[in-house]
C-alpha cells in the first residue's frame, strides 16, 4: 500500500484515479479546489480543499506522502482561448515541492501532442489541432520539460481523445516514438495506467501514448 496524492481529483481523470487507486488498496489524499464535492467515502481516503498554485497547499498537501499523481484539466472550453500557464505554473510549484520533500515519483497526465508527441500528429489534424489546443499544449509542453528536468523518478501518461467510456484495460501503451499515433482512450482506462504505475518501474522515465 502507497500513500499517494491526487492532484485534480474531484472530476474527470483525477476522480477516476481516486475511486481506482482506492479500489487497489492504496491510501489516498485527494487535493483539489472543490474537494468537498467529490463524493467518496471510503476510510482509506482524505479529501484536501487546496489549490494546486498555492506552494503552501501543495507542501502541506505532500506530508507522509509516497507517490504523487497529477491530473490537471482545463475546467471549459473558454479557457482553450485564452492563455493558459495553469499546468507549467502549477509542475513548477510541485516539482519543487517534492524535491525539497525528498519524494522521487510522480505520475503526471498531459496528453498526445505535448512536447516531442506533437511530430506525430497528422498533417491533416495539425492545423485543426494548433487552433483549438495550441495554447494548451505549448503550456503543457513547458510542464514536461520542468518534469523532465527534474531529479524526479517520473513518468508522463500522453492519452489521445478522451472519451467517458467504461474501464476495458485494452487499451495499448505506445512507449516508442515511432509507434505514437493518436487514438482514442476512456478517462476510466488512462487512471487504470496512473494507478499501475503507482507499484510499476516499467515506465520510469518514459513518455508513453495510450490509446485503443
Given at each position: 500500500?502507497?500513500?499517494?496524492?491526487?492532484?485534480?481529483?474531484?472530476?474527470?481523470?483525477?476522480?477516476?484515479?481516486?475511486?481506482?487507486?482506492?479500489?487497489?488498496?492504496?491510501?489516498?489524499?485527494?487535493?483539489?479546489?472543490?474537494?468537498?464535492?467529490?463524493?467518496?467515502?471510503?476510510?482509506?481516503?482524505?479529501?484536501?480543499?487546496?489549490?494546486?498554485?498555492?506552494?503552501?497547499?501543495?507542501?502541506?498537501?505532500?506530508?507522509?506522502?509516497?507517490?504523487?499523481?497529477?491530473?490537471?484539466?482545463?475546467?471549459?472550453?473558454?479557457?482553450?482561448?485564452?492563455?493558459?500557464?495553469?499546468?507549467?505554473?502549477?509542475?513548477?510549484?510541485?516539482?519543487?515541492?517534492?524535491?525539497?520533500?525528498?519524494?522521487?515519483?510522480?505520475?503526471?497526465?498531459?496528453?498526445?501532442?505535448?512536447?516531442?508527441?506533437?511530430?506525430?500528429?497528422?498533417?491533416?489534424?495539425?492545423?485543426?489541432?494548433?487552433?483549438?489546443?495550441?495554447?494548451?499544449?505549448?503550456?503543457?509542453?513547458?510542464?514536461?520539460?520542468?518534469?523532465?528536468?527534474?531529479?524526479?523518478?517520473?513518468?508522463?501518461?500522453?492519452?489521445?481523445?478522451?472519451?467517458?467510456?467504461k474501464r476495458t484495460r485494452r487499451y495499448k501503451i505506445l512507449r516508442e516514438a515511432s509507434e505514437w499515433r493518436n487514438g482514442i482512450i476512456s478517462r476510466s482506462d488512462v487512471a487504470d495506467f496512473l494507478v499501475r504505475q503507482i507499484d510499476d518501474q516499467a515506465c520510469i522515465h518514459r513518455t508513453p501514448v495510450l490509446v485503443y
Amino acid at each position: 500500500m502507497a500513500h499517494v496524492l491526487i492532484i485534480g481529483a474531484s472530476k474527470g481523470i483525477g476522480l477516476e484515479t481516486t475511486k481506482q487507486a482506492l479500489e487497489g488498496g492504496h491510501q489516498v489524499r485527494a487535493l483539489a479546489r472543490s474537494a468537498a464535492g467529490i463524493g467518496l467515502s471510503d476510510p482509506h481516503l482524505e479529501n484536501i480543499q487546496g489549490d494546486a498554485l498555492d506552494r503552501r497547499d501543495i507542501e502541506a498537501a505532500l506530508d507522509g506522502i509516497d507517490v504523487v499523481i497529477q491530473t490537471l484539466g482545463i475546467s471549459s472550453l473558454g479557457d482553450l482561448l485564452r492563455p493558459v500557464h495553469l499546468f507549467s505554473d502549477a509542475t513548477r510549484i510541485l516539482v519543487s515541492a517534492m524535491e525539497g520533500k525528498a519524494i522521487k515519483r510522480l505520475i503526471c497526465v498531459t496528453g498526445f501532442g505535448a512536447g516531442d508527441s506533437r511530430a506525430s500528429i497528422s498533417c491533416l489534424q495539425r492545423l485543426p489541432f494548433q487552433m483549438v489546443f495550441g495554447r494548451t499544449y505549448a503550456d503543457k509542453s513547458e510542464q514536461e520539460r520542468l518534469i523532465r528536468d527534474s531529479s524526479l523518478e517520473w513518468t508522463i501518461a500522453r492519452p489521445g481523445v478522451l472519451t467517458n467510456g467504461k474501464r476495458t484495460r485494452r487499451y495499448k501503451i505506445l512507449r516508442e516514438a515511432s509507434e505514437w499515433r493518436n487514438g482514442i482512450i476512456s478517462r476510466s482506462d488512462v487512471a487504470d495506467f496512473l494507478v499501475r504505475q503507482i507499484d510499476d518501474q516499467a515506465c520510469i522515465h518514459r513518455t508513453p501514448v495510450l490509446v485503443y
